[in-house]
Nanobody, 128 residues
Framework: QVQLVESGGGLVKAGGSLRLSCAAS????????MAWFRQAPGKEREFVAS????????YYKDSVKGRFTISRDNPKNSVYLQMNSLKPEDTAVYYC?????????????????????WGQGTQVTVSS
């Protein structure tokens, strides 16, 4: 079992930055592919970014490429999402998730059903 706890959300003006953190306990995160998802009010949960167990490979939703950066620190059992140039449409609850499915050449776990463990979420609100 893995327990995931997100932090770092808050209220920020458009153009601002936030850094989300996901701290794990129970097992080493180095065994898992990791990702961030988000869910805005009235919308379905969507993939934001993922990172391989080694940190060597990452994928991003097109609308966040160049603005968001996912990273991990396996010795600290943590994953991060640096969000810059935030826009009002980035407003959502952000979730950290862990998957047993490894990255493969040209592919990665990208849908919620492929993830085994989830955090409780952290609210990000971007004002215009």
């Amino acid at each position: 079992q893995v327990q995931l706890v997100e932090s770092g959300g808050g209220l920020v003006k458009a153009g601002g930055s936030l850094r989300l953190s996901c701290a794990a306990s129970g097992r080493s995160l180095s065994e898992y592919s990791m990702a961030w998802f988000r869910q805005a009010p009235g919308k379905e949960r969507e993939f934001v970014a993922s990172i391989s167990w080694s940190g060597d490979n990452t994928y991003y939703k097109d609308s966040v490429k160049g603005r968001f950066t996912i990273s991990r620190d396996n010795p600290k059992n943590s994953v991060y999402l640096q969000m810059n140039s935030l826009k009002p449409e980035d407003t959502a609850v952000y979730y950290c998730a862990a998957s047993w499915i490894p990255f493969s050449p040209g592919d990665h776990p990208k849908v919620g059903d492929e993830y085994d463990y989830w955090g409780q979420g952290t609210q990000v609100t971007v004002s215009s």
